[in-house]
């Protein structure tokens, strides 16, 4: 067993900073996510790890730096990328070639072959393999020398539903013999079922390093529903209870959301009020909500999705405030008085007022149609003044 250091890990591009400072640990036993948008360095960072970037900061293995070790496939496992081979040799060669660089006998080679599954294909050659056949071919290759630490980046990749369900299983079971697992990966329901830990950075520079209940425990979304016919009344309640230090939102007609409080807390206070409660229950934020909340300000690069009409207004929640001229309970953050808010003033308001695109009897047929000049259209006119689907 070996506990990956990593301490002070930078490296900059034209003097421009791809990883900043980075220090974490990845303990033996445990599989250790590391999780970042795209660009954030994560791949910058295990080159550094491995010695195969220069920079500063140092990672050690066992207290020791890849490039001091002897036969490093012994002590280290690394696929950082997706077909790291020659495309002539046979997938059983390629391997060879690597167990003779580090000691290892011709049976591991068979016995890792068969492990990952390519048993059957190994007299062929890799250049026909898929993507998903490259990565086990290059996961075989990092097992090789059944290391006690492994360094895979993005090992999932191209794999199909029951591969990725394999690789799962296979790396929690490798950490659970003892091994330290370092896994980057962007399928993060995955890494929510694999990982124990995390390693969050974005713009190369660390976000969250902990236990994954802890990382998705700092978001905003976990909350508690409460249903009830008497919501207006308990929501005023519950702000009295918060006193600032939470907040309850209408979710819908007779829904709450509750932050601040627990389940437990909140039913409590429902049953000395004598208020029927028809369902309450706690939302946790998955792993997902939790990361895309966290690192929203740290992506490097802003995609942005097309707008039409002015943009359409979010409905607010199903109930719109109190009556006007009377105050919101204490706590509250829905709406202030009745309901949604409109668009800003004179801007284009794309809301549900407003007719769909044409393809239904709301509007006519576009200039040009053939109904404007009479002729009949050869095919199913998207225009169809029936009311069908366009």
Not at 145 to 169: K, S, V
Request: glycine share 16%; charged share 15%.
């Amino acid at each position: 067993m070996a506990v990956i250091e990593a301490r002070g890990l930078s490296k900059s591009y034209g003097g421009k900073p791809a990883v900043s400072g980075l220090s974490f640990d990845v303990r033996p036993g445990t599989v250790t996510g590391f999780l970042g948008p795209n660009g954030s360095g994560k791949s910058t960072t295990m080159r550094l790890m491995l010695g195969l970037d220069r920079g500063e900061g140092t990672c050690t293995f066992d207290g020791r730096v890849f490039t001091s070790i002897q036969q490093p496939m012994r002590h280290v496992g690394a696929l950082l990328e997706a077909k790291p081979f020659h495309p002539t040799r046979t997938a059983r060669n390629h391997l060879r070639m690597l167990a003779a660089a580090n000691d290892i006998p011709d049976s591991r080679v068979d016995e890792v072959l068969g492990m990952v599954g390519l048993a059957d294909v190994a007299g062929k050659k890799p250049g026909t393999f898929s993507l998903g056949m490259g990565q086990r071919l290059g996961l075989a290759a990092a097992l090789l020398g059944n290391p006690h630490t492994l360094i895979l980046d993005e090992p999932a990749n191209g794999l199909d539903p029951q591969g990725i369900r394999w690789m799962r299983d296979l790396l929690k079971a490798l950490a659970s013999e003892g091994r330290s697992v370092f896994v980057s990966s962007h399928l993060l329901s995955e890494m929510a079922l694999m990982a124990d830990e995390l390693v969050v950075i974005g713009r190369g520079r660390m976000i969250a390093n902990g236990p994954v209940g802890d990382f998705t425990r700092q978001s905003s979304l976990n909350h508690v529903l409460v249903r009830s016919p008497q919501a207006r009344d308990l929501a005023a309640l519950i702000g009295q209870r918060l006193a600032g230090e939470g907040s309850v939102q209408a979710a819908g007609p007779g829904e709450l959301n509750v932050i601040g409080l627990t389940a437990v807390e909140v039913g409590d206070l429902a049953f000395e009020n004598q208020i029927r409660v028809h369902e309450l229950s706690t939302k946790e934020a998955s792993l997902e909500d939790a990361f895309l909340e966290i690192t929203g300000g740290a992506q490097e690069f802003q995609a942005h999705g097309p707008q039409s009409g002015g943009g359409w207004q979010q409905p607010g929640p199903g109930w719109g405030g109190p009556p006007p001229g009377q105050q919101p309970p204490p706590g509250w953050s829905g709406p202030q008085q009745g309901g949604p808010p409109g668009p800003p003033p004179g801007a284009p308001y794309g809301g549900p007022q407003q007719g769909p695109p044409y393809g239904g009897p709301q509007q006519g047929p576009p200039q040009g149609g053939p109904q404007q000049h009479g002729e009949n259209p050869s095919g199913p006119w998207p225009g169809d003044q029936s009311g069908g689907r366009a």
